[in-house]
């Protein structure tokens, strides 16, 4: 049985991904400033991701590590405070797991790498669908956190010879509570910074784990969001409001097919990891 530690273990996504993971014979740790609640089969290791100390000592008969413990906004703290706990918190995690010998670790990235979510505004993507290969241009502390990060995971793969995995998550949703799409839609800036992306967190989980198990070599980055997008009228139309002089759409019947198809999109991670979002908001609307 795999024993993975889980930093962050106790937030919302957290817990998503512990259940999940226990529920498919894993052995989880969680490695956190508090204890889980509510989480049958689970071990808790108390510490800080910017402790050594207290990484190291968690580290003892883990096979991998799932890195989810952060700030998760530029929002409700200093901007030096977002960069420092971000981005050193990773880069110990990591050096700490080199040390013990942990063959791979599986950190959550986020689509504020591009640019939009917390940027200027002014920012426009060059292209729909974004794909990981659409360049990241972050204006905040945090986007810059999650785009270092990747890169302190590539580091460490050619260094240690580790298998390190990034997860841009787009906007994780939680069931059953998810947000009004129609006062979403009603938002016209935030819908153009978010490219009305989401993704219910047991998909994000679902995505944690399939990095875990496949077969994979060095560092790989992974866009991971739901299928569709979270407005209640087509995609398309959406792109002619928000960006009417984009430069260049690519696969434009991916959204004559399917009306709501989401703007980010998730084929390398349809194809390398096998995963398939399995949750929509357009479900729990009907039913």
Same mark, same amino acid.
């Given at each position: ?28 740790t969680v490695f ?32 991998? !590590? ?5 700030? $998760?906004? *530029?929002?409700?703290?200093? /901007? &030096? ?5 971000? @981005?050193?918190?990773?880069?110990r995690v990591l ?76 906007? !994780? ?5 998810? $947000?009004? *799409?129609?006062?979403?839609? /009603? &938002? ?5 910074? @978010? ?93």
């Open positions: 049985m795999p024993h993975v530690l889980v930093t962050g273990g106790t937030g919302n996504v957290g817990g998503f991904v512990c259940r999940d993971l226990i529920r498919h014979g894993y052995q989880v956190d400033r508090r204890p889980p609640a509510r989480i049958r089969a689970i071990n808790y290791a108390e510490g800080s991701i910017l402790s050594l100390d207290d990484l190291r000592a968690a580290m003892t008969g883990i096979d991998a !590590v799932v890195h989810l413990a952060a700030i $998760p906004n *530029p929002a409700n703290h200093p /901007a &030096d405070v977002v960069f420092e706990v971000n @981005t050193m918190g990773t880069h050096d700490a797991a080199a040390e013990a010998g942990v063959s791979r670790a599986v950190v959550a990235s986020s689509d504020s790498t591009y640019g939009f979510v917390f940027g200027t505004g002014a920012e426009r993507p060059r292209y729909l669908p974004i794909d990981e290969e659409h360049p990241t241009c972050p204006a905040d502390p945090y986007g810059l956190s999650k785009l270092l990060d990747e890169h302190i995971c590539a580091q460490h793969s050619r260094r240690y010879g580790m298998t390190t995995v990034a997860l841009r998550f787009c906007w !994780v949703w939680f069931p059953p509570d998810y $947000p009004d *799409p129609n006062a979403l839609a /009603a &938002d016209a800036e935030n819908c153009r910074r @978010t490219l009305v992306g989401y993704v219910d967190a047991r998909d994000a989980a679902q995505a944690v784990r399939l990095a875990l198990q496949t077969p994979l070599r060095g560092h790989e980055t992974f866009l991971i969001s739901a299928r569709d997008t979270y407005l209640p009228f087509p995609t398309r139309d959406f792109i002619a409001r928000a960006f009417p002089q984009l430069p260049e759409l690519r696969q434009p019947a991916r959204f004559m097919n399917d009306g709501f198809a989401s703007l980010l999109s998730t084929a390398k991670a349809e194809h390398m990891l096998g995963y398939r979002a399995k949750h929509t908001w357009r479900s729990k609307a009907k039913g």
